[in-house]
């Protein structure tokens, strides 16, 4: 085991107080207060947000749901691929608007227009609504911007970080099969792809350095219906092939979901396909939202996913 980076050692000395005192009170994980602390930590830690001149809100009409996105244009100049990009939260916290920072910052360092879909959440809406959302979003993308009349190339990209992982992730899965949605590319930044909680990083990294693995175990239960196998909605166990697209998984050391990033990037490369490993050691789930602590770090993210996506 590596060591943390040390900037990130007050930050975790706070959350671990903090659940140390929750716990010494017998509270449990609260929704309404999981989804407010969430929203103000990416307040607090991504204060660098660029300007940006072109950012519009709009819907997406589907057979079940209408879903509203945000659309952020770095260069309306010119006609640039689209991705979609899809908020982490663990499908219960979060939202486009928190993640706005990071959607403006991914829409600069990728030139792509980034579109970002307020899908449904849990416990409201269980599984697998945000995923019906997001192949929704997939479908109707190109007449959104049509609409917008806003200038852009027919190339859709798909990203997500953690449980927007495993949204990417499903939808390229399901592209394999779906000839109305095409897929270029996905990049999955430190994803859920496995709902079973099997791997052996859930065992070394899963109390102590944020994300821990009881409030994943928490999510997931408030994620799914009794009834509903978890297994089988994990991209980790659904089925590869090379018609998935290139994949860059992004995976930081000290975060439960590390191993099974790392085996979904090698089961790729097995089933024929292009896979990419960027790897962050001395850190932990979550660190582009905590950006004002890990600024190198963040940097590389965003070059890497730039590098990939336009490469």
Not at 43 to 68: A, H, K, L, M, R
Not at 290 to 305: F, H, P, R, T
Request: negative net charge.
């Amino acid at each position: 085991m590596g060591k943390i980076n040390p900037n990130l050692s007050e930050f975790l000395r706070e959350c671990n107080e903090f659940l140390s005192e929750r716990k010494a009170r017998g509270c449990s994980f609260s929704v309404i207060d999981s989804r407010d602390r969430a929203e103000r930590m990416i307040q607090e830690y991504v204060t660098d947000i660029p300007n940006f001149d072109c950012i519009v809100d709009d819907e997406v009409f589907t057979s079940g749901y209408t879903v509203p996105v945000r659309i952020f244009n770095p260069n309306p100049n010119q006609a640039l691929p689209v991705l979609l990009f899809l908020h982490g939260g663990g499908h219960m916290v979060d939202s486009v608007k928190a993640y706005d920072p990071i959607c403006r910052k991914m829409a600069i360092a990728t030139q792509h227009i980034v579109v970002a879909p307020e899908y449904r959440l849990a416990p409201e809406n269980l599984y697998p609504a945000n995923v019906e959302d997001t192949c929704g979003v997939a479908r109707g993308v190109w007449s959104v911007l049509a609409r917008q009349k806003m200038d852009h190339r027919k190339v859709l990209s798909v990203a997500g970080d953690s449980a927007g992982g495993s949204l990417s992730a499903t939808l390229s899965h399901l592209a394999q099969f779906d000839s109305s949605i095409a897929i270029e590319k996905q990049v999955l930044i430190y994803p859920c792809v496995d709902y079973t909680a099997g791997c052996l990083s859930y065992q070394k990294y899963g109390a102590g350095y944020f994300l821990e693995t009881d409030k994943c175990l928490w999510f997931f239960d408030k994620y799914f219906g009794e009834s509903q196998c978890r297994k089988a909605a994990s991209p980790l166990y659904m089925d590869f092939t090379a018609r998935l697209p290139r994949t860059l998984v992004i995976t930081a050391e000290f975060c439960p979901l590390c191993d099974e990033g790392k085996i979904y990037c090698e089961k790729v490369k097995s089933a024929g396909g292009f896979a990419k490993n960027l790897h962050f050691e001395g850190v932990i789930h979550g660190f582009l939202n905590v950006e004002d602590l890990l600024k190198k770090v963040c940097a590389e993210a965003y070059s890497g996913i730039g590098e990939f996506l336009n490469s």
